[in-house]
């Protein structure tokens, strides 16, 4: 069974950071893509990053890109997400996924992406 659990969440101040993860399993990790996404009020989930596994290549949104940072950690199975510089616009329920079949796309920021973890709350505030 494919499970994604993310952590890491919280509340910080702008101009702030936070370090989110995700634990894996119920597959092998390092055949697929798992991407970071994010859902803030009102508005429709939003792809954020990604690392292909095809050339472990990074990519990003323009939104986060500079401030974010993508990281795989394939003995643990679990992907990071660093969050530097954080502003209110920033705040959301970030979720990590995994693409519903092995696709080995490079451009992982156009996979399908069908098993979700549950999410995990950010909140940027003053």
Not at 4 to 33: H, I, M
Not at 51 to 58: C, F, K, T
Request: charged content about 20%; aromatic content about 12%; proline content about 2%.
């Amino acid at each position: 069974q494919v499970q994604l659990v993310e952590s890491g969440g919280g509340k910080v101040q702008p101009g702030g950071s936070l370090r989110l993860s995700c634990a894996t399993s119920g597959f092998t990790f390092d055949w697929y893509n798992v991407g970071w996404f994010r859902q803030a009020p009102g508005k429709e989930r939003e792809i954020l990053s990604c690392i292909s596994i095809n050339d472990y290549s990074e990519h990003y949104v323009d939104s986060v890109k500079g401030r974010f940072t993508m990281s795989r950690d394939d003995t643990n199975k679990i992907v990071h997400l660093q969050l530097n510089n954080l502003g209110p616009e920033d705040t959301a329920v970030y979720y990590c996924a995994r693409e519903h079949a092995i696709s080995m796309l490079r451009e992982c920021l156009s996979a399908d992406y069908t098993y979700w973890g549950q999410g995990t709350q950010v909140t940027v505030s003053s």
